[in-house]
């Protein structure tokens, strides 16, 4: 939960890096906070798709897109490569995998190494 308010105070903070750990915590209680919030739009309207789970798609919009920049400024590519997505079946995955991959060691031209920063 530490990560996904962390993401939250960097509501619209496109420059940085976020590791791994950062990113995928975030789509977890993303997910999770999705899914309560159609279960509450189901019990109120009876549809599964609502005020609430509309209302919280978009205030999540914009960290979404700012996380995902940030993780892909820790593996070395710019944030425009978020429009990869934009490719059938092929830029999904190939977005995963750069998701899924380890960020480069030290600094690089985003910023300093966010891994280094926690090392004890």
């Known amino acids: 939960m530490?990560?996904?308010l962390q993401v939250l105070k960097k509501y619209a903070v496109f420059s940085g890096r976020?590791?791994?750990k950062e990113y995928w915590m975030f789509v977890l209680f993303n997910l999770l906070f999705s899914i309560a919030?159609?279960?509450a739009d189901y019990v109120l309207t009876g549809t599964g798709s609502g005020a609430i789970s509309g209302l919280y798609a978009i205030a999540m919009l914009i960290p979404?897109?700012?996380v995902g920049v940030r993780r892909l400024h820790d593996v070395g590519k710019s944030g425009w490569f978020t429009l990869i997505l934009f490719v059938p079946l092929v830029g999904?995955?190939?977005l995963l995998v750069l998701d899924c991959t380890?960020?480069?060691a030290g600094e690089n031209e985003?910023?300093?190494d966010?891994?280094?920063m926690f090392a004890y």
Do not use: H, M
Request: avoid cysteine; glycine fraction near 12%.
């Open 64 to 66: 979404s897109l700012a």
């Open 2 to 4: 530490e990560y996904f």
């Open 114 to 116: 966010p891994k280094a």
């Open 102 to 104: 380890e960020g480069n």
């Open 37 to 39: 919030a159609g279960v």
């Open 18 to 20: 976020a590791r791994r």
């Open 92 to 94: 999904v995955i190939w």
């Open 110 to 112: 985003y910023g300093p």
